[in-house]
Each structure stands twice: as structure tokens, then as C-alpha cells.
T-cell receptor, first 114, second 113 residues
Framework: GDSVTQMEGPVTLSEEAFLTINCTYTATGYPSLFWYVQYPGEGLQLLLKATKADDKGSNKGFEATYRKETTSFHLEKGSVQVSDSAVYFCALSDPGTGGFKTIFGAGTRLFVKA | EAGVTQFPSHSVIEKGQTVTLRCDPISGHDNLYWYRRVMGKEIKFLLHFVKESKQDESGMPNNRFLAERTGGTYSTLKVQPAELEDSGVYFC???????????FGSGTRLTVV
């Protein structure tokens, strides 16, 4: 079945460092891909999305490119801030095979130090 | 617009008791989803409503879990009787279209002792 694998955390970075959180997926159809973020004490928020191959999703300085050839959707940010400390979830939705549910990765916790 | 609202935010109950979680989706969102995250693992799908109908309940773990969405507005998720392994964070989400990404509530942290 469909699945999402993302790098284990926690990831600890200093402010202004470059961030990459790796995400790969397995899907038999043509999924949409998402990154969600959960800040401390809050619910999940949709950070960005891409619906087809080679699309780039971007928001708040974060970006991720849908790479069908490598089945990846890595999250990047050029300069992280303390306020980016949160848990990041990679996810996919594959209506062709999985209905309209979303499959999530296990989450990667990011700590950014001042 | 108001977001997705869940309550209670926390619930601690004893094994064998009953708990009911509530979710109020964003007004006008026909699609409502329940998910849960157990022990810091993946967020797992439980079920999907379209208006008041259960579109997909393949993720419901067993018959101790009952979800309803009367009138196609708010939804409840009842766990009866609760077991220790039911502890986790239960998220509700809603969306207007099915493929565009959800708006999540803040979740209900359920602890069964």
C-alpha cells in the first residue's frame, strides 16, 4: 500500500542554518504531496503542497519539489529561525488507490537554537 | 473564518470508561476526517464523512469506536469501553474539496489509565 517515509528526528540546528528534511513515498497512483507543520500546543497546519510531478510548493520560506523519478518531496529552507521549531509531517493523498484519506509520515521534530 | 474546533483538549479516563470527542468543522466544509496519533508514531486515518455519510471508515480500529455526524455539521467520536492502547492524540480535519489539503483542529489528547 501507499506509504511515506521521512527522516527521523530530532533535527537540531542553529538559527540561520540551512534545513533539509527528507521525505520519500510509495504510491501506485498519482498522489498529491503535502507538508504539514505542528507548532507546540497547536494543531497541524498545511505548510505547502504539490499536486503533480515537478511542481514546487512553497510557503513561509519553505519549499519542496515533487520528484516523481526519485519519489521524493524533500522540505528545504535556506535560513531557519527559532520560530520554525515544530514537528513537520510529510503526507500524500492518492484518490486513485486510497480514496480521499491522507497517509502521513511519522513526523520530524525540528529544534532551532538561537 | 473560525477554524476546526475540537473538545475537550485533554481527557484522562480510566480503562473501561466511555469518552466522547467532538469536532466542529469549518462551516460549509462537507468533508470531515478523523485521525489519531498514538505514541508519537504516524498519524493514522480513522474515517471520512461527506456531509452526514461515512465515505470511508476503513481506519476504525474496532467496534469500540463509533463516529457520527448527524445533520452533516459537527461530529462525535465515541470510544466505549476505552482501553489503554487508545491513548493518543485524536485530530479532526475538514475540507471543502477532497484533494486540496485539510484544516486540522488542535486535537484531543486522550489518556486512558
Amino acid at each position: 500500500g501507499d506509504s511515506v517515509t521521512q527522516m527521523e528526528g530530532p533535527v537540531t540546528l542553529s538559527e540561520e542554518a540551512f534545513l533539509t528534511i527528507n521525505c520519500t513515498y510509495t504510491a501506485t497512483g498519482y498522489p498529491s504531496l503535502f507538508w504539514y507543520v505542528q507548532y507546540p500546543g497547536e494543531g497541524l497546519q498545511l505548510l505547502l503542497k504539490a499536486t503533480k510531478a515537478d511542481d514546487k510548493g512553497s510557503n513561509k520560506g519553505f519549499e519542496a519539489t515533487y520528484r516523481k523519478e526519485t519519489t521524493s518531496f524533500h522540505l528545504e529552507k535556506g535560513s531557519v529561525q527559532v520560530s520554525d521549531s515544530a514537528v513537520y509531517f510529510c503526507a500524500l493523498s492518492d484518490p486513485g488507490t486510497g480514496g480521499f484519506k491522507t497517509i502521513f509520515g511519522a513526523g520530524t521534530r525540528l529544534f532551532v537554537k538561537a | 473564518e473560525a477554524g476546526v474546533t475540537q473538545f475537550p483538549s485533554h481527557s484522562v479516563i480510566e480503562k473501561g470508561q466511555t469518552v466522547t470527542l467532538r469536532c466542529d468543522p469549518i462551516s460549509g466544509h462537507d468533508n470531515l476526517y478523523w485521525y489519531r496519533r498514538v505514541m508519537g508514531k504516524e498519524i493514522k486515518f480513522l474515517l471520512h464523512f461527506v456531509k452526514e455519510s461515512k465515505q470511508d471508515e476503513s481506519g476504525m480500529p474496532n467496534n469500540r469506536f463509533l463516529a457520527e455526524r448527524t445533520g452533516g455539521t459537527y461530529s462525535t467520536l465515541k470510544v466505549q469501553p476505552a482501553e489503554l492502547e487508545d491513548s493518543g492524540v485524536y485530530f479532526c480535519a475538514s475540507s471543502q474539496v477532497e484533494r486540496g489539503g485539510y484544516t486540522f483542529g488542535s486535537g484531543t489528547r486522550l489518556t486512558v489509565v
